[in-house]
Every structure is written in structure tokens, then in C-alpha cells.
């Protein structure tokens, strides 16, 4: 099976779809999300932690060698007949340089999702997301509309800091800004779908299916 790497704004089911194709081909593939990793690493009190918490609070690309790294271990961590599966990875040119040149000396096939989802769409959706303020479990009002307290631990749910529209803009703006050379690079040699991803989950998760069939 090939290498997938999955693209897309926030709120274009990205994540939720990176959870379906492990959930359809069981341990086929090797999960790597680059964004809970990071902040899985921030909380941690030393240098790499610190690190980490100072670039995301400030809202700055975390550097490529570090980036890099972490993808290296990654394929330590790797098993012999396991496929990729990449969430968030590789967020810059020099980054997708070096990742595709690694995985063309390894002789490993890729294939590039872009879930291409329209900008005041991805607003939309964001506003749909609330947060619990005790366990700081993530919820989609889209799923649950009437929901107003956490299913864990019944505290009240709030709008995330980073999700008021004017921050939210920015982060779109971002994506767009940093990942559109990226998904240009790998739609010129060859290896990126385009999927629409202004639907609900399901007829996305089929056309990925349907890619990875073809």
C-alpha cells in the first residue's frame, strides 16, 4: 500500500479522515500527526518542551531541522510492512525537498491528498468547536448541537482562544501562505489528489478510498 499524506485547512475533516483509513485498514499504517506530537512535546519542562511552547505560542513555524528530526525517528519507529500515514508533514518547501528525497532513496510510493475546502467554509466549521475547561477535551457542535457540558468530566464548554475569527483568519491565511508551494511541488511530480472536502465525512472518505483502491 502506498504512503499517504494528507493535507487541508483546518476543518476540512482532515484528522477525522487520517482516523478512517486506521480504522478501515487496521494496523496497515503508522500514524504520524505532527500537531499532537508538538504539543504533546511543549508540556514537557526541558529544552526540546520549551522549545516548542515558545514557537506555538507565538504562533511561529517550528524550525525544519527540528521538523526533520522528528520525521526520522518517526522511520525508526517504523515497521518493515507498515505504510505512512502523515498528518501535518512537511509544512515547508525545504521541508518537502528533504522529505521526498528521502522517500524516493527508500523507494517508497506516496500519495498526496489536498482536501480543498473554500475558506469561508473552514470559518464556518470552526465556529462549531467548543472546549472543555477542566480536561480540555475537544467537541464539534455539528455532531452534538444541543451539547453544553463534557462528556468526561460534565464542565461547562467554551470557545478556544484561538478560534475567535480574527485569529482564525490568520491561521487560514497561514496555510495557505506556507502549504500551497508545498502542494504545488508535489502536483508537479506528480503524486497529489485533489478531493472536495465542502461535504460531509463520508463521501470525502470514499473518494480517498476509491485513490487508494485505484
Known amino acids: 500500500m502506498k504512503d499517504i499524506l494528507?493535507?487541508?485547512?483546518?476543518?476540512?475533516?482532515?484528522?477525522?479522515?487520517?482516523?478512517?483509513?486506521?480504522?478501515?485498514?487496521?494496523?496497515?499504517?503508522?500514524?504520524?500527526?505532527?500537531?499532537?506530537i508538538l504539543r504533546s512535546l511543549k508540556h514537557n519542562d526541558n529544552a526540546l518542551g520549551n522549545y516548542v511552547k515558545k514557537r506555538i505560542n507565538k504562533w511561529k513555524m517550528i524550525n525544519d531541522g527540528f521538523m526533520l528530526s522528528l520525521f526520522e525517528a518517526y522511520l525508526i519507529a517504523l515497521w518493515k510492512d507498515?505504510?505512512?500515514?502523515?498528518?501535518?508533514?512537511?509544512?515547508?518547501?525545504?521541508?518537502?525537498?528533504?522529505?521526498?528525497?528521502?522517500?524516493?532513496?527508500?523507494?517508497?510510493?506516496?500519495?498526496?491528498?489536498?482536501?480543498?475546502?473554500?475558506?469561508?467554509?473552514?470559518?464556518?466549521?470552526?465556529?462549531?468547536?467548543?472546549?472543555?475547561?477542566?480536561?480540555?477535551?475537544?467537541y464539534n457542535k455539528a455532531f452534538e448541537p444541543d451539547l453544553k457540558t463534557c462528556h468526561e468530566c460534565g464542565e461547562e464548554l467554551t470557545v478556544r482562544k484561538d478560534d475567535k475569527p480574527e485569529i482564525v483568519k490568520e491561521r487560514i491565511s497561514a496555510y495557505y501562505e506556507q502549504t500551497s508551494p508545498v502542494l504545488d511541488f508535489f502536483d508537479d511530480v506528480g503524486v497529489l489528489k485533489k478531493i472536495n472536502a465542502d461535504r460531509w465525512i463520508q463521501p470525502i472518505r470514499n473518494d480517498i478510498i476509491n485513490s487508494l483502491d485505484s
Do not use: H
Not at 487520517?18 to 500514524?31: M, P, R, S
Not at 512537511?90 to 473554500?118: G, W
Open 6 to 36: 494528507i493535507f487541508g485547512v483546518q476543518w476540512s475533516w482532515k484528522s477525522t479522515q487520517a482516523q478512517e483509513l486506521l480504522n478501515k485498514y487496521n494496523d496497515k499504517f503508522n500514524y504520524f500527526e505532527s500537531g499532537n
Open 82 to 138: 507498515q505504510s505512512m500515514l502523515i498528518d501535518g508533514f512537511p509544512r515547508t518547501m525545504a521541508q518537502a525537498y528533504l522529505f521526498y528525497d528521502k522517500v524516493k532513496r527508500l523507494k517508497r510510493n506516496i500519495l498526496v491528498i489536498s482536501l480543498e475546502l473554500p475558506k469561508k467554509e473552514s470559518i464556518r466549521r470552526l465556529s462549531w468547536r467548543r472546549l472543555c475547561k477542566k480536561c480540555n477535551k475537544i
